[in-house]
């Protein structure tokens, strides 16, 4: 079969095509702008940050932010490898526990699937300020605070149920035929599981692996707050913290720190992005 691309090209006329790019640029301007002001801040000096009449972009810029900032808040590589390890075991126990239970819920009949799939919905309608205090006393019996297992299974609960809903509607878009065919050939529910439903999932997977990763180091400030006491399991945000000093804030390197601490999320994203992309194309041929 093939396709008339000139077709699809020509599919706009000129002036849709100049609304449609002006379109997406006002969205990415306003999506952007606070970044790149955060990063000029980080390139000023701190006596330029509110001289009058305000200047956009600094004059005799430096990165010198970037550097005195480790001296400001000593332990700042442990926060941020507290969040990168929080945000991983998070996502690796959310895809553990919701691959399985989103297979379940996009093939297999049961009672009560429609209210399980209402109640995790229910469960987003909630913060987690909300149930600080109960979460607080379970912990507190439980012997865990002060610890990661604090920070983390509180997260998990509040990421399971949109991965569920997110990767149980990517299965069901598989074809039931390809399960049928490897039952008719003698395979078990497990082996058709692993051998045929999990490649062609593996793209679904990489996006609710992206979106866990990124609700888990963002949410991680209320939860360090209540659930922890101790320097040395403080996540990201609660580093960041440092400077706010009781006279000023140190505002170039706070915008310093925050684009340091983004970067090893921004680097796993980039590289899901990529392995994502890549099993679009190839999982469609196999």
């Known amino acids: 079969m093939s396709y008339d691309k000139t077709a699809l090209i020509n599919r706009y006329r000129w002036y849709e095509l100049v609304g449609i790019y002006a379109g997406i640029a006002v969205f990415l301007t306003f999506v952007l702008a606070p970044f790149v002001e955060g990063f000029l801040v980080s390139l000023k000096p701190l006596s330029q940050l509110f001289s009058s009449p305000y200047r956009f972009f600094p004059e005799n810029g430096s990165f010198d932010a970037y550097i005195t900032m480790w001296d400001s ?20 126990v959310v895809l553990l526990l919701v691959v399985p239970a989103s297979y379940a819920f996009a093939r297999f009949e049961f009672r009560g699937r429609g209210q399980l799939l209402g109640a995790f919905l229910a469960v987003n309608m909630f913060s987690g300020a909300v149930l600080l205090i109960p979460l607080f006393r379970l912990m507190r019996s439980m012997g865990v605070l002060n610890t990661y297992f604090a920070m983390i299974v509180p997260g998990v609960a509040f990421l399971i149920p949109t991965a569920i809903w997110l990767l149980r509607t990517y299965m069901m878009r598989i074809p039931r035929e390809l399960e049928e065919a490897a039952y008719v050939d003698g395979a078990s529910y497990f082996y058709t599981f692993r051998r045929v439903v999990l490649p062609l999932a593996m793209p679904g997977i990489a996006v609710v692996a992206i979106t866990t990763f990124i609700g888990a180091y963002a949410q991680q400030f209320i939860f360090a707050l209540t659930f922890n006491s101790k320097t040395e399991y403080m996540p990201l945000p609660i580093g960041l913290f440092a400077y706010f000093g009781r006279q000023e804030v140190i505002w170039n390197e706070l915008m310093a720190a925050s684009f340091v601490g983004i970067a090893p999320a921004m680097i796993v994203i980039f590289f899901l992005q990529r ?3 890549s099993g679009l194309t190839a999982g469609a041929v196999k």
């Open 73 to 92: 808040v000593p332990g700042f590589a442990r926060y941020i490898f507290n969040s990168f390890f929080i945000s991983t075991i998070a996502t690796l």
């Open 275 to 277: 392995y994502l992309v």
